[in-house]
């Protein structure tokens, strides 16, 4: 009976036990607990190559400098770079990602006025180009079996290119050149201020990762995936024009595909929210923009190049201290020699004429 009993028993336990679920990780991702808008800041091509340095990071200059640069087709522009690294947002994957729906980098003048805004700007692609020359010769062999060369004609140059992606981190620098408006370029020695307006679009989340599939970034991923396939699509589109040797630039939202893109995304949250996973886990999510600016940044300007002609503020200097030289000098001859004055008058000097 007592054999019975325990073989009863142990049958209970081996119905009564179930096999264990497979535990899901959640993948969370490993940004910065923070975003920290004092990291944003443009920086000058001296400051990247010092940030880039395996030596050690040097500090960002307390009076940056930036020379007014212009182009081929007169147009003038400054060249700085967008840096970003320890801001808790990586700028350009947010970007591409959809996440970022609007990006300006803003200049002022010392009065205030703005002579340059601009979208964020990167190089999407790297263009890797090949050079090939292919030689046709003509060979005949004679009596002799050696061949002999009766023909040959010019190399042809064959060139391919391949356009590769660039993958930016929160550690790189993008380049950007900032072009300034017309009849608002200013003077070298005068100071300019820069900075950075972001609309970053961040859901509060809080993900149910086994609905989907151990991904807790699977809900964001939803919300965005027409944002992120229209970009996808023109980075495609740029990556041809890029190949067939065209220079084009990445085409950002429209105030107008913006609006409809947050649109999109609240009615894709309203209908996410309350919606239970297998493991009757409640996901909840809240439409959250936020407005961002950087902090300015202010660089003094030290020279403006035009047509190979360079004009610094010592330059400046120099003119404005020959032109209250000349003024004085001016006042001062007029004080003597000015046609209004009398003949009498005690400023003209006597002067003695020589009789024969």
Known sequence: MNRLSLASFLLFLSIGCETPQQVITPTFPTHSEQINLNRIKMITKSEAVHTDSKEGKKPLAQEPGV????SENKIPFIQLDLFFEDAGISIIEEIIAGTILDHHIIVLNQKGEIIAKQPVNFQAYEILETKTEVMRNKVIVGESKKPVKVNSTTPETKISREAIERQYTDRDTVPQVLEIQDGKVPNPGEYINIYLELTYVNPHLEPNCESYGGNCNGAKQRFFEDVTGRNRKELDILRNRYVDGEVAQFPNLTQAEQSDYKTNIKSKIETTNGVFGPKHGFTKFMFREWNLVSSPRYF??????????????EDRNDEKKLTDESGENSKSDNDHHSIFDSPTHSKHKKRSIPTP
């Open 300 to 313: 003094r300007i030290l020279s403006v190049n035009k047509n190979g002609k360079q004009s610094s503020q």
């Open 67 to 70: 020379s007014v640069e212009y």
